[in-house]
């Protein structure tokens, strides 16, 4: 399997300001996907990182709010603009790992965001 | 649209003893993928066990087994002898059968409590 990092792990962020997390993986891979864990609730798709053109969002999501970046196989970025309470959630990076079809899922630690 | 449903919010067990987890899924399409994931405190998602729809053998990874029935659109997890590392969330998951890997939709999760 893939080794998936996150950076940050958590952080603390004032209202109104924007949060970038990075997501590293150790090997390249066609998908990669950001998923939003709202506390005590299940995983919601944010987006599909698509390298090289504009990420796909799911509906409820939106670029200006979400914004994504994948410049190569390896690295994808997400951030969380104009942040208010409600953006309180584990954000979590995931890739699609194998060959053809039916690609096992991995996921990234996950980043915990607060927003104060 | 795929659903996925989990009717046990809460679940216990005796260490050592044996549980199982309840999922049911909605689908119209004969080509996909189930899995289990498990999310300790640290908010890590960790693959548990996989599912082809296309194979009738259930799947088990040392004292993970799942019940799979197509049919009923049931796919059920077994733990045998249960360990106190195993107190966690558990998420049951669809994944379409696409030829590049693809999203997954969770269900609403089932929190595990493992008893001394």
């Known amino acids: 399997s893939a080794v998936i990092s996150q950076k940050p792990s958590r952080d603390i962020c004032q209202r109104g300001t924007s949060l970038t997390i990075q997501c590293q993986v150790d090997?390249?891979?066609?998908?990669m996907f950001w998923y939003r864990q709202q506390p005590g609730q299940s995983l919601t798709l944010i987006a599909t990182?698509?390298?090289?053109?504009?990420?796909t969002y799911e509906s409820g999501f939106v670029i200006d709010k979400f914004p994504i970046s994948r410049p190569n196989l390896t690295f994808s970025t997400l951030t969380v603009s104009n942040m208010s309470p409600e953006d309180s959630s584990i954000y979590l990076c995931?890739?699609?790992w194998g060959q053809g079809v039916g690609n096992t899922i991995y996921f990234g630690e996950g980043s915990w965001l607060t927003v104060v | 649209a795929q659903t996925v449903t989990q009717s046990q919010p809460e679940m216990s067990v005796q260490e050592a003893e044996t549980v199982t987890l309840s999922c049911t899924y909605d689908?119209?399409?004969?080509?996909?993928?189930l899995f289990w994931y498990k999310q300790p405190p640290s908010r890590q998602m960790i693959l548990v066990i996989r599912?082809?729809?296309?194979?009738?053998q259930n799947a088990t990874e040392n004292r993970f087994s799942v019940n799979f029935q197509k049919a009923a659109k049931s796919f059920s997890l077994k733990i045998s002898d249960s360990q106190l590392g195993d107190a966690a969330m558990y998420f049951c998951?669809?994944?379409?059968?696409?030829?590049?890997?693809?999203?997954?939709?969770f269900g609403e999760g089932t929190q595990l409590t493992v008893n001394p």
């Open positions: 990182a698509n390298q090289g053109s504009e990420a």
């Open positions: 599912q082809e729809a296309y194979k009738q």
């Open positions: 995931s890739v699609a």
């Open positions: 689908t119209s399409e004969s080509d996909y993928y």
């Open positions: 090997s390249q891979v066609t998908m």
């Open positions: 998951a669809y994944q379409r059968g696409e030829t590049s890997g693809s999203r997954l939709t």
